[in-house]
């Protein structure tokens, strides 16, 4: 039983070409080595139903660089009793397919139990939505609280005038609309003071 590395050797005497023992067993979480012998390939792990009840990779699509050794790692938990299952080691696209046999047996495990707090299964209450008033002064901090509601016509005020002005495109409403703009955002401003 062990929790070295699982080694898979990418192409060593063709291109895609997998080597990799038959069976591997482990009391823990352990990794698997891409070790490429060759030019670039692509390898795809996946494990089987059966070895899923104990074991969980932390991806399987990999590009593995020409002389590069890439570890992907594989988590494990620790079962009641041996679990058995498959792990699928797919290179060059489906060039060349090898399946380990693995064999989980009790022991550290890689996760250890999580304890839940009472608290979480209590459903979280939701915070009452702010008023108008509460919004603008969120997002106008230096605005008085007692102001807001006139700082919220004032904003009502510069958007009818700004829609009014491109919806008639007439230059005396666009004046106006101009002037109602530059008298609100002065008014705005000795507020902000």
Do not use: C, W
């Amino acid at each position: 039983m062990s929790n070295a590395p699982l080694t898979v050797t990418l192409n060593d005497e063709r291109p895609h070409d997998l080597s990799v023992a038959p069976s591997f067993s482990t009391n823990g979480p352990f990794s698997v080595e891409l070790a490429n012998e060759g030019q670039a390939v692509h390898v795809y792990l996946h494990i089987d139903d059966e070895l899923s009840r104990a074991a969980s990779l932390s991806e399987g699509n990999h590009f593995v660089d020409g002389g590069q050794t890439k570890t992907v790692e594989v988590f494990v938990t620790s079962p009641p009793e041996p679990v058995s299952g498959k792990l699928k080691i797919v290179s060059g696209h489906g060039s060349e397919t090898r399946y380990v046999d693995v064999t989980v047996e009790p022991g550290s495990g890689g996760k250890p139990p999580v304890d839940v707090d009472e608290t979480l299964s209590k459903p979280k209450q939701p915070e009452p939505e702010p008023s108008v008033t509460e919004s603008i002064a969120d997002v106008f901090p230096s605005v008085d609280p007692r102001a807001a509601p006139v700082f919220g016509l004032a904003l009502l005020a510069l958007v009818l005038a700004v829609a009014l002005a491109s919806l008639f495109e007439s230059f005396a409403i666009t004046l106006g609309a101009g002037v109602v703009v530059g008298v609100v955002l002065a008014a705005l401003v000795l507020t902000m003071r």
